[in-house]
């Protein structure tokens, strides 16, 4: 059982809540993610997710210059760097998500996705393989 820093991505996307909608969709693609953390200053408040861009700001026709704060999720559950990936998968389960934000002491350190998990639990299974690919786009 390893630890959540061990799978973790380090160093996620992290935008300011006033940033907008466009500047989050092009950290997306410069840096070949599907989400990114949203802060008050160096307070984490909320994350923003491809699909979230598409659902809650297309769809409803807000303007790309509209703050990313409006569009992204807030209320997150986060673990602890050093905590199990056995707990990171327990807090996904019991939350329903994809994906939490990694704290250490109160600051943000990384990102953690059940992709990862699955890579670290068993490298074999069809999810690691999909979740270890390089993409393909």
């Given at each position: 059982?390893?630890k959540?820093?061990d799978?973790?991505t380090?160093e ?9 909608i466009?500047d989050a ?9 599907g989400?990114?953390?949203v802060?008050?200053?160096?307070k984490l408040?909320?994350l923003?997710?491809?699909?979230d861009?598409?659902?809650?700001a297309?769809?409803?026709s807000?303007a790309p210059s509209?703050?990313i704060g409006?569009v992204?999720?807030?209320?997150l559950?986060?673990?602890?760097a050093?905590d199990?990936?056995?707990e990171?998968?327990?807090?996904m389960q019991?939350?329903?998500v994809?994906?939490?934000p990694v704290m ?6 990384g ?8 890579v670290e639990q068993?490298?074999e299974?069809?999810l690691?393989?999909?979740s270890a690919?390089?993409?393909t786009?």
């Open positions: 059982m390893g959540v820093r799978v973790m380090a996620p996307i992290v935008l300011q809540r006033d940033q907008s466009a969709a092009r950290a997306m693609r410069d840096n070949d993610m989400s990114v953390l802060v008050d200053g160096d408040c909320g923003v997710t491809d699909r861009i598409v659902v809650r297309l769809a409803e807000a509209s703050p409006a992204c999720t807030p209320h559950v986060a673990v602890e050093d199990d990936t056995a990171a998968l327990r807090v019991d939350n329903a994809r994906r939490l250490d002491h109160g600051r943000i350190v990102m953690v996705s059940i992709g990862d998990l699955a068993d490298e299974s069809a690691a393989d999909i690919a390089r993409p786009q």
